[in-house]
């Protein structure tokens, strides 16, 4: 069975940092890509961040550069997103997805940056 869990949410003041963790398991192919999107209401779905396990190369929307970082853990199949100056417009659902030959989707962890 195919798993995708997100973890590391909550609510920061405008500044403050967080690191939200995916472990994504059961999987019969290679892990092609781990992706970070974000979803807030009256928003289009964003792409934040990507990382191609094999060769550690990453991506990252503009709207993140210089403050986001996506990193792998010693297995390929886990992702870290690390948040640093969140600002309130970061506020949303981050949610993962590994892309294989299919894409599989976590649940999603809530990012609120408020005053």
């Known amino acids: 069975e195919v798993k995708v869990v997100e973890s590391g949410g909550g609510f920061v003041h405008p500044g403050g940092s967080l690191r939200l963790s995916c472990e994504a398991s059961g999987f019969s192919n290679s892990v092609l890509s781990m992706n970070w999107i974000r979803q807030s209401p009256g928003k289009e779905r964003e792409l934040v961040a990507r990382?191609?396990?094999?060769?550690?190369?990453?991506s990252y929307a503009d709207s993140v550069k210089g403050r986001f970082t996506i990193s792998r853990g010693n297995g390929r199949n886990t992702a870290y997103l690390e948040m640093n100056n969140l600002k309130p417009e970061d506020t949303a659902m981050y949610i993962c997805?590994?892309?294989?030959?299919?894409?599989?989707w976590g649940q999603g962890t809530q990012v609120t940056v408020s005053s």
């Open positions: 990382i191609f396990p094999v060769s550690g190369t990453t």
């Open positions: 997805c590994a892309r294989t030959t299919n894409d599989y």
